[in-house]
Each structure stands twice: as structure tokens, then as C-alpha cells.
Nanobody, 121 residues
Framework: VQLQAFGGGLVQPRGSLRLSCAGSGRTFSTYTMGWFRQAPGKDREFIAAISRNGGITYYADSAKGRFTISRDNAYNTLYLQMNSLKPEDTTVYYC???????????????WGQGTQVTVSS
């Protein structure tokens, strides 16, 4: 599967942004999907994951209560709704797909190109 994240941009603190990740092919619904972010010089950070049918979600502590992951398999699209954004959320966000059914593991098989999110006034 090929993935492309988009929807990033500049947003003010306490603002909201929705990221999207478009997947190619007819097998999108067979993958567990996840969102990650990575700042320059730092390790990749897991944000959230969602099961193949969207029924199970799993969040990093830093994302709970502010971020919501969802998917629409009819449109081969993954989403990340981000609310109450903070300057420290500024970085590049990536979507990823994996064959594993587990939403808690962070080993993924496919990665999309990232989209930059900048939170600044």
C-alpha cells in the first residue's frame, strides 16, 4: 500500500487541524493504521493507531483527550483530528500501515511521506 499524508499547515495555539492520509489500492481496509510524528534529531513518536474496521483505537498518553484517529475504508483514508494544539506539537506527522492486528505495537510495514504541522502565533 502507498500512503500520502496531507493536511498539515500553520495553526495558532489552541487551534485545531485535521490530517488525512490517503492509501492506494484495494487493500487499505486490511491494514491496521497509525499516526506518528518526528521532530528533527528526535526519535519517532507514536501518536495513535486504529484497527482495520475502525472499532479499536489506541493512543499515546500525549494524544489522549486532544487527538482522535479515525478511518473511512470506503475512501481509503485515515484521519487524525488534532484539537487544543500546542507549540510542542510542531513537527512532521506520518501515517503508517501494518499487517499486524495489534494496535499497541509500533512496528509498521509501510510509511507515507510526512506532513508538516506548525503551531505558532
Amino acid at each position: 500500500v502507498q500512503l500520502q499524508a496531507f493536511g498539515g499547515g500553520l495553526v495558532q495555539p489552541r487551534g485545531s487541524l485535521r490530517l488525512s492520509c490517503a492509501g492506494s489500492g484495494r487493500t487499505f481496509s486490511t491494514y491496521t493504521m497509525g499516526w506518528f510524528r518526528q521532530a528533527p534529531g528526535k526519535d519517532r513518536e507514536f501518536i495513535a493507531a486504529i484497527s482495520r474496521n475502525g472499532g479499536i483505537t489506541y493512543y499515546a498518553d500525549s494524544a489522549k483527550g486532544r487527538f482522535t484517529i479515525s478511518r473511512d475504508n470506503a475512501y481509503n483514508t485515515l484521519y487524525l483530528q488534532m484539537n487544543s494544539l500546542k507549540p510542542e506539537d510542531t513537527t512532521v506527522y506520518y501515517c503508517a500501515a501494518k499487517y499486524s492486528l495489534s494496535t499497541s505495537g509500533v512496528k509498521y510495514d509501510y510509511w507515507g511521506q510526512g506532513t508538516q504541522v506548525t503551531v505558532s502565533s
